[in-house]
């Protein structure tokens, strides 16, 4: 499975690809982009990825995830490349046959997927550009 | 002295800062992660606040800057990450 892509996210149709008839709940999460970010105004975001390793550390995460949530079905997509405001950069789904391992294992994912998966952002303002996370 | 080849991969900020998405080194023998960083902030003012790198990637996973290079290996700073 790959769980990176260059085109827009499909959600219902990785809703679609998750659930089964055993399943009474899903939870989707999708990241946007937002008009501002630390005060500043963001227009768009470049997403650039080591791809790789970023799709082996995702199907790590997920297999963990799984581990702790074993009646959970879980799917992943990030978006790559140039994004604009509204745009869904991430979408994760989750389903179980109640409702408690969808929301538990989908806040797990998003929250390990940030920290570790080799994913970076470029946004982009009137005021310029810049790398999230690096102090200059 | 023994040589060994690195392919060094800069992503993000780091391929900005350097100019290139791949290099291929010729190292001595012995050479550790954390020495091509110095190399790199050595040439680049840019990294002179980070005295080690942020993370480093060995073929593809998470290691140590203290790993002793072999040849053919696979080698990546990682900035800061920002999925998501």
């Not at chain 1, 009137?126 to 102090?135: F, I, M, S």
Request: include cysteine; hydrophobic fraction near 40%; proline fraction near 5%.
């Amino acid at each position: 499975m790959t769980h990176l892509t260059d085109s827009p996210i499909d959600a219902r149709a990785l809703v679609a690809q998750v659930m089964r008839r055993s399943d009474g709940a899903y939870v989707l999460f999708e990241g946007v982009i937002r008009n501002h970010h630390d005060g500043r105004a963001v227009e768009s975001i470049f997403y650039d990825a080591y791809r790789p390793m970023a799709e082996k550390e995702i199907a790590r995460i997920i297999d963990d995830v799984a581990r702790e949530f074993p009646h959970a079905a879980i799917a992943v997509v990030h978006r790559l490349g140039l994004l604009h405001v509204g745009d869904s950069s991430i979408a994760i789904v989750c389903s179980s046959p109640h409702r408690g391992e969808s929301f538990g294992a989908c806040r797990a994912l998003i929250d390990r997927i940030k920290q570790t998966v080799p994913i970076w952002k470029k946004e982009k303002g009137p005021d310029g550009e810049e790398w999230v996370g690096w102090q200059k | 002295m023994r040589r060994v080849k690195v392919r060094l991969l800069c992503f993000a900020v780091l391929r900005d800062i350097t100019g290139r998405a791949e290099t291929e080194l010729e190292l001595a023998d012995g050479t550790r992660a954390r020495d091509v960083w110095q190399s790199l902030r050595a040439q680049h003012g840019q990294l002179a606040a980070y005295e080690l790198p942020p993370m480093t990637a060995i073929n593809e996973s998470y290691a140590s800057p203290d790993q002793l290079l072999r040849d053919g290996d696979e080698l990546a700073f990682i900035p800061p990450v920002a999925g998501g």
